[in-house]
């Protein structure tokens, strides 16, 4: 069973920066695929980016590409996000995700989850 443990989330002005990490409980070295997703109250928890193991493959939500950075450094079984240019409407739970096989970008298709971290952006 892998535990993930997210921080870094937090109050921030529109326009402003954030750092999200996720600390993983076992090697996430050449086996998980490990995503972020967040979710907004009331709506269903949306995929916001991944990394492969190796990091050779990343993909982001539209929404996000050019804005968001996901990395990751296995020696220390860590995830990062990083957050620029953060709008309003980036307001959200912030979850930490992690799967043995990629599947899809479909919460449903992913295994293991944090506990969130809430992100707030003000206009």
């Known amino acids: 069973q892998v535990q993930l443990v997210e921080s870094g989330g937090g109050l921030v002005q529109a326009g402003g920066s954030l750092r999200l990490s996720c600390l993983a409980s076992?090697?996430?070295?050449?086996?998980?695929?490990m995503g972020w997703f967040r979710q907004r109250p009331g709506e269903e928890r949306d995929f916001v980016a991944y990394?492969?193991?190796?990091?050779?493959?990343?993909r982001y939500a539209d929404s996000v590409r050019d804005r968001f950075t996901i990395s990751r450094d296995n020696a220390k079984n860590m995830v990062y996000l990083q957050m620029n240019s953060l709008k309003p409407e980036d307001t959200a739970i912030y979850y930490c995700?992690?799967?043995?096989?990629?599947?899809?970008?479909?919460?449903?298709?992913?295994?293991?989850w944090g506990q969130g971290t809430q992100v707030t952006v003000s206009s």
């Open positions: 990394t492969s193991p190796t990091s050779y493959t990343r």
């Open positions: 995700a992690a799967t043995q096989y990629y599947r899809g970008t479909s919460a449903g298709n992913w295994d293991y």
């Open positions: 076992e090697r996430t070295s050449e086996t998980l695929v």
